[in-house]
């Protein structure tokens, strides 16, 4: 008999909904209703500005998709010939655009890989960020470690997402039992993060997974403890687990405008890196982020390190082919053979 967790994981195919979060998390996308759309990721109507028309891209409130942002703020997409249009979409609008076409690139972590998996035609085309994930518990707590986890209650935003799949990826490799029957940990889901923290402080879970940025504020209150960063733990820290996602149908078709998307948020990614404040106020005043503390926004651009590498496409490849082990590992990907989908999930542009 399938588990929850098999119909959970089958649920992720193009109509499915696995991917929602919290509207201002870390790498997590929108969840409002979908805007009205020009119904094709080019436009006809390209200028001689505008070498590849109007490009659509689903806009989020998360932090880490802040380079699709800062490129049109910039100019960035513009200087590549693309007319950027911001546009409302939630999880099954952005899977099916980069089905269709519609949306040539999304960004999202880990947790789309199942999706991929179960037949979303996309490919990992790119990174953006690493880190924007960590387990908090209450400020004293004699919780320390993994291991300190075993019998105790995580809250998550939802079970499946990847503040979940990330405790697990981390829990699994402490040794402890991460099957979601029999396992040495219980999750319990919370519609909302604040109710999370408040269920943290009253005893209600042991432990709480989130996005970016609540455990920082949190712990910059003075109210918690982070027994766990996705950006610093040794076994996880350096590693992308916010890609680029691009849609088959525009790799294969239009792999000019691919490349071109790819060059202007590299251009945004390397100016958040080397422009932190600067790209804090432009988040700010356009509201790219629902954060509203500049000082914050710097810290996380820092600790997300959203610069881009040397040899980039090599680490890529490299921590997809990581998240993709572990995954298979704690059972979120069904694959016998991970490095094989690995290689198949990751496009490797020609910029």
């Known amino acids: 008999m399938l588990t929850k967790h098999r119909l959970i994981m089958q649920g992720t195919a193009i109509f499915g909904v696995l991917l929602t979060v919290l509207t201002f998390g870390g790498c997590g996308v929108s969840t409002s209703a979908p805007s009205s759309s020009t119904g094709s990721s080019s436009s006809n109507t390209a200028s001689a500005d505008y070498k590849y028309g109007t490009v659509e891209f689903p806009k989020s409130s998360s932090l880490c998709s802040s380079p699709i942002g800062i490129a049109l703020a910039k100019g960035f997409f513009k200087e590549e010939g693309i007319n950027a249009k911001l546009v409302t979409a939630d999880t099954e609008t952005r899977k099916v655009g980069l089905d269709t076409g519609r949306f040539a690139v999304t960004n999202g972590d880990f947790q789309f890989f199942p999706s991929i998996e179960n037949g979303v035609k996309t490919k990992v085309v790119g990174a953006l960020n690493k880190g924007c994930i960590k387990i908090a518990v209450k400020k004293g707590s004699s919780i320390k470690t993994a291991q300190d986890l075993k019998g105790k209650t995580i809250g998550v935003d939802e079970i499946g997402g990847t503040p979940y799949e990330a405790a697990n990826l981390w829990l699994g490799d402490a040794g402890l039992n991460v099957d979601q029957k029999n396992g040495d940990v219980k999750y319990l889901p919370f519609d909302d993060a604040n109710l999370e923290f408040e269920a943290l402080q009253n005893g209600q879970i042991d432990a709480a ?118 995954l298979k590992k704690i059972g979120f990907l069904k694959t016998n053979d991970p490095d094989a989908f690995a290689k198949e999930a990751y496009q490797k542009i020609d910029l």
């Open 209 to 326: 997974a989130l996005w970016d940025p609540l455990p920082t504020i949190q712990e910059q209150k003075g109210t918690v403890d982070i027994i766990f960063d996705l950006g610093s733990d040794p076994k996880f820290a350096k590693r992308f687990c916010c890609f680029l996602y691009g849609s088959e149908k525009i790799i294969k078709e239009k792999p000019d405008e691919m490349a071109a998307i790819i060059r202007a948020l590299n251009k945004a990614r390397d100016y958040i890196a080397q422009h932190p404040e600067e790209s804090a106020d432009i988040v700010m005043q356009n509201k790219y982020s629902t954060i509203n503390d500049k000082a914050l926004i710097v810290k996380l651009f820092k600790d997300y390190d959203y610069g881009v590498q040397d040899n980039e496409a090599a680490q890529i490849q490299d921590d997809v082919q990581f998240f993709s082990e572990g």
